[in-house]
């Protein structure tokens, strides 16, 4: 993980590190021309892995009472509706040119609030803790 995208909070972070270690693992499973189960199932794992971060994220949140709540909440619903619809379509088509493409929005969009609103988060956290 490079330091640009490091919050310094250790559950947010390591959760990070295991979203692009699924996302590289799709990223494979499409560009080796795995079958289109196995590449469902990857999306899937992804989709499922990045709600639960999210879920964790709004905990802590929860938790700090974090003043920013309801704009980073209001990106994980949008966010999570994207990579849903992104799993359906891979499920029904399998991975086809756009895919990559699609992931590779989809991968700048989570990129760029990591950089923002999840370091303001973790700031947060750390001076009010
Ligand atoms: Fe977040």
Do not use: W
Request: proline content about 2%.
């Amino acid at each position: 993980m490079t330091p640009d995208i490091e919050t310094g909070n250790q559950l947010i972070d390591s959760e990070h590190i295991q979203i692009f270690d699924a996302v590289n693992a799709l990223l494979d499973a499409c560009s080796n021309g795995r079958g289109r189960d196995k590449i469902a199932e990857t999306a899937e794992f992804l989709a499922t892995y990045v709600g639960m971060h999210f879920s964790d994220e709004e905990n802590l949140q929860k938790k700090c009472k974090y003043p920013n709540m309801e704009g980073h909440l209001a990106f994980h619903k949008r966010y999570r509706k994207d990579v849903s619809d992104f799993v359906d379509k891979v499920k029904k088509n399998g991975a086809t040119v756009q895919t990559l493409g699609e992931l590779n929005a989809l991968v700048s969009k989570l990129i760029s609030h990591i950089r923002q609103e999840d370091k303001r988060l973790a700031a947060y956290i750390r001076e009010n803790s």
